[in-house]
T-cell receptor, first 113, second 115 residues
Framework: GQQVMQIPQYQHVQEGEDFTTYCNSS?????IQWYKQRPGGHPVFLIQ?????EVKKQKRLTFQFGEAKKNSSLHITATQTTDVGTYFC?????????????FGSGTQLTVLP | DSGVTQTPKHLITATGQRVTLRCSPR?????VYWYQQSLDQGLQFLIQ???????AKGNILERFSAQQFPDLHSELNLSSLELGDSALYFC??????????????FGPGTRLTVL
């Protein structure tokens, strides 16, 4: 079945350092979404990428979708303590009948003040 | 606040028992999704309903079942509970039935503890 792998599983950074999480799929994706889950909270939608090579920015967050639409990354510049949480990517197959999103295992980010 | 409500917030029960988790989607959303999140685990997709009909099925055990009612709220029934069923159960909703391309709005979750 479709697998979406996400690395690293855990990341500790000092406040002000940059952070990147990577997402890789075994199959081509039609789109990829990113969610953030704060400790004790629920996943919250951040963004969706659809086009090959697409790059989107939200303030200090930069999201990329690979040219082959099999990988994606989320980069946070100059992390703040408010960035703490688990970041999930979620992709959907580009073909076949599967309509559901397949979530990666998430990257748990800790920001040390 | 996502607009998705889930009840109860916490549930503690014993092995072998049966429980029902309830979800009300955001106003106007027709799709409801159920996910299981175990400790330090990602989100495992269980099942999706769209406008009352089952639309997609994931890794849902035979002991688990779900339905979506005419008012679009959904219930997830878990029976013959085992210790390993202890987890956070999230419900999410989206506008349409396309699943992967819709934005999914997650509820606050129900934490199930099986003793």
């Amino acid at each position: 079945g479709q697998q979406v792998m996400q690395i690293p599983q855990y990341q500790h950074v000092q406040e002000g350092e940059d952070f990147t999480t990577y997402c890789n799929s075994s199959t081509t994706l039609s789109n990829i979404q990113w969610y953030k889950q704060r400790p004790g909270g629920h996943p919250v939608f951040l963004i969706q990428l659809v086009k090959s090579g697409e790059v989107k920015k939200q303030k200090r967050l930069t999201f990329q979708f690979g040219e082959a639409k099999k990988n994606s990354s989320l980069h946070i510049t100059a992390t703040q303590t408010t960035d703490v949480g688990t970041y999930f990517c979620a992709g959907r197959l580009s073909s076949g009948s599967a309509r559901q999103l397949t979530f990666g295992s998430g990257t748990q980010l800790t920001v040390l003040p | 606040d996502s607009g998705v409500t889930q009840t109860p917030k916490h549930l503690i029960t014993a092995t072998g028992q049966r429980v029902t988790l309830r979800c009300s989607p955001r106003s106007g959303d027709l799709s409801v999704y159920w996910y299981q999140q175990s400790l330090d685990q990602g989100l495992q997709f269980l099942i999706q309903y769209y406008n009352g009909e089952e639309r997609a099925k994931g890794n849902i055990l035979e002991r688990f079942s779900a339905q979506q009612f005419p008012d679009l709220h959904s219930e997830l029934n878990l029976s013959s509970l085992e210790l390993g069923d202890s987890a956070l159960y999230f419900c999410a909703s989206s506008l349409s039935g396309t699943g992967g391309s819709d934005t999914q709005y997650f509820g606050p979750g129900t934490r199930l503890t099986v003793l």
